[in-house]
């Protein structure tokens, strides 16, 4: 995500939007359209209903690349919003209901007017019957091609949602702080902003991206208590930070002076928006978080074919990879792609290509920490093998409840890197760590049945999670009996 010049795909983008804007509906001056009589937030959008009111291109007669979507008058400012409701209410609004058709095809044609530029071949597609999206090509693409282009105006930040906001912003963002969540105020920033931007109906410049995204998530803020307690206790507990993290967002917002009290009141409204925010962003820098609508539709992938990079005037530009033929789905990488729980617990998906997991020696995170090590160093591969980072925090657990002294020197082994000795280590007590590791496989594949049983016993009316959590659970079962079958190969 660091930034960088591209030349050629910019003058050739820049060259698209300006050919689209001057064919465009949308092409003449932003007029606000006047309020209607009645407004509900949950009220659908029919089929036949214009679905861009009120906007126009970001690039309408002039390709302006620099420009900050804070400075567009095409942004209606939240106060200038609350005055259009006090009057009136919108024409419409996102219907946020589960079942809620996504209006893909508006959103796409939105999103040429507005300058977005698509590689040759690369278009959106479905598998599931419209519920959810990703992005593939029906060409072949070589490496270094552009894949797509989004115009920096497009682009949700939380750089620029701070300018906006930045009067009614300090109180909230100190009450995040206390509750310990100083690192997650980028992402209240995107979070007000797509509060924000609901708020505004079909006068919001974009209401046909918000009306095409998913209604329904599966990750750990949309789990319940019964969800969480058909997990083991490593994904459990992130999936329950992400509901924790969500909490904590929903009473902090009630600060927030510039919203309207009925957006501080709708639950289901307010968790929308979060998941929103929460899956649908990505890090730039340390810092900052962005959202730039038709690039927040790339899958993630173990193996990637895309990413995503920003130039120094703030356009979204994505680059194959590879060389990608034609019939694939074209993906980023969303986070760890050795461990699938944390991206379960965030984004509510299990993926299956996946190479490894984590290998849920949670009651040793004290040694696994003290060796140094991570998460993402203890694995289990789908084939069966174990890292050496698995037998270095087991051996190390077994030494300090049996001689302290030979504990500190393998301790100094692991640290200093010393492969030799530790590996002396290793050979002498072998056999006390392979039984500790197929004790552990054992009871964890155990476990998983049982989990896996408790999770079929729920409706999956009331608890729409469970078919994921099962493929989840059924996952990191199938790793633990290939790790269980090599280990009884060794005695």
């Not at 708020?199 to 998530?217: M, V």
């Not at 698995?390 to 002294?405: A, G, M, R, W």
Request: glycine letters at 4%.
């Amino acid at each position: 995500n660091t930034p960088i010049t591209t030349p050629n795909m910019k003058l050739h983008c820049a060259a698209v939007a300006v050919a689209l804007a001057l064919v465009s509906p949308f092409a003449s001056a932003f007029q606000t359209a006047l309020p209607h009589s009645s407004f509900r937030h949950h009220h659908s959008v029919s089929p036949s209903s214009p679905t861009n009111i009120g906007t126009r291109p970001f690039f309408a007669n002039t390709v302006d690349i620099g420009r900050s979507p804070i400075h567009s008058k095409i942004f209606i400012a939240s106060s200038d919003a609350r005055k259009l409701r006090a009057g009136g209410p919108l024409a419409a609004a996102v219907n946020i209901n589960e079942a809620a058709p996504r209006e893909i095809q508006s959103f796409e044609e939105w999103s040429r007017s507005c300058g977005v530029g698509m590689g040759d071949g690369v278009a959106l597609t479905t598998t599931d019957g419209a519920m959810d999206y990703s992005v593939m090509t029906n060409q072949n693409i070589p490496t270094g091609s552009p894949i797509l282009y989004v115009p920096s105006d497009m682009v949700l930040t939380s750089v620029a949602a701070e300018q906006e906001f930045r009067a009614g912003l300090a109180d909230a963002e100190r009450q995040l702080a206390e509750e310990g969540l100083r690192e997650c105020v980028s992402l209240f920033r995107l979070f007000l902003k797509i509060l924000s931007e609901y708020e505004k109906g079909d006068q919001s410049p974009y209401f046909p991206w918000l009306n095409s995204l998913p209604r329904q998530f599966y990750n750990g803020v949309s789990m319940t208590d019964d969800c969480f307690d058909c997990l083991l206790p490593y994904v459990s507990e992130l999936s329950r930070k992400e509901r924790e993290d969500y909490v904590v967002f929903t009473k902090v917002l009630q600060s927030i002076q510039f919203l309207d009290s009925a957006t501080l009141l709708d639950k289901e409204l307010i968790k929308w928006a979060y998941n929103v925010a929460l899956t649908r962003s990505t890090l730039v820098g340390t810092r900052e978080l962005r959202i730039a609508p038709m690039a927040d539709y790339f899958n993630h992938g173990a193996e990637t074919e895309a990413e995503i990079k920003y130039d120094q005037e703030g356009n979204c530009l994505v680059y194959a990879t590879k060389d990608i033929p034609a019939g694939s789905p074209l993906r980023i990488s969303l986070g760890e792609p050795k461990d699938p729980s944390p991206l379960f617990a965030k984004y509510g998906f299990i993926d299956e290509t996946s190479p490894a997991t984590y290998c849920k020696l949670l009651h040793l995170k004290k040694e696994m920490e003290r060796l140094r090590y991570e998460f993402k160093d203890l694995l289990f591969s789908t084939g069966g093998d174990v890292s050496p980072a698995v037998y270095d925090v087991i051996l190390y657990s077994i030494l300090e409840q049996n001689d302290p002294s030979l504990q500190e020197q393998f301790y100094q082994a692991v640290i200093s890197g010393n492969e030799e000795a530790k590996n002396s280590f290793h050979q002498q007590y072998f056999s006390y760590t392979l039984d500790a590791l197929k004790q552990h496989v054992d009871t964890t594949l155990r476990s998983l049945e049982e989990l896996s049983r408790k999770a079929q016993s729920l409706d999956a009316r009331t608890h729409p999670r469970v078919p994921i959590i099962l493929k989840h659970n059924e996952f990191v079962y199938n790793t633990f009996l290939a790790v269980q079958s090599n280990l009884n190969t060794m005695g």
